[in-house]
Every structure is written in structure tokens, then in C-alpha cells.
């Protein structure tokens, strides 16, 4: 059984910060790609930001300069540094992974995490 735990999430003001952690659990063989998505009230779940296991990075456009992903492959926990927050981002901010669990297949499965809010005021 894999879990994906994602913490962090809460109220900020337009301009501040956030850091959001999703940690997975569970019998994990390996993780590949890690990501982020959001999705707003009301639209499609949209990707944020994904990373590689070997941490090549890719970001949609409207969060480029302003959000940083990364992992550590150790604690199989990924980071969502957010910086410059506008009303724009608010969401439920969701995690992705690709996991290879343990088992006599090792065939690899998307992972979702529950989901953490981001509200954003102006």
C-alpha cells in the first residue's frame, strides 16, 4: 500500500510564501517523476510543476520564477516552495507520483496525495 501525504497548505496574504510537502509512504520499490497540480474552484485540475528522479525540472508557465519543486529521494518526500503568491494561486494543491511498489510485477502506478488548500488574499 503507497500513500502520498501532502502538508503545508493554509491562508497567506497576496505576496507571501508557502512550502508544501508531500511524503510518500508505504512498500515503495522506487519513485520516479514527482509533481504538483492545483485545481481551482470551479476549473480542471492543471499541473503546477513536475521533477524527475534525478531532479531535471519543468514548471507551467504562470508559476515560473515564483515556485521551486525538488525532492529528497531518502525521506521520498517532495517540496513545493512557493514565493510570491497571488489570489490567482489559490487551489487545492494536489501530489503526483509515479511509484514502483514493491511487489513481483515492480510495474510502475500514478500515486495522488489527498490534497492540501492554498487561499490566497488581496
Known amino acids: 500500500q503507497v500513500q502520498l501525504v501532502e502538508s503545508g497548505g493554509g491562508l497567506v496574504q497576496a505576496g507571501g510564501s508557502l512550502r508544501l510537502s508531500c511524503a510518500a509512504s508505504?512498500?515503495?520499490?522506487?519513485?520516479?517523476?514527482m509533481g504538483w497540480y492545483r485545481q481551482a474552484a470551479g476549473k480542471q485540475r492543471e499541473l503546477v510543476a513536475i521533477i524527475t528522479r534525478g531532479g531535471d525540472t519543468n514548471y507551467a508557465d504562470s508559476v515560473k520564477g515564483r515556485f521551486t519543486i525538488s525532492r529528497d529521494n531518502a525521506k521520498k518526500t517532495a517540496y513545493l516552495q512557493m514565493t510570491s503568491l497571488d489570489p490567482e494561486d489559490t487551489a487545492v494543491y494536489y501530489c503526483n507520483a509515479q511509484v514502483i511498489p514493491v511487489s513481483s510485477t515492480l510495474k510502475e502506478s500514478a500515486y495522488w496525495g489527498q490534497g492540501t488548500q492554498v487561499t490566497v488574499s488581496s
Open positions: 508505504g512498500s515503495i520499490f522506487s519513485i520516479n517523476g
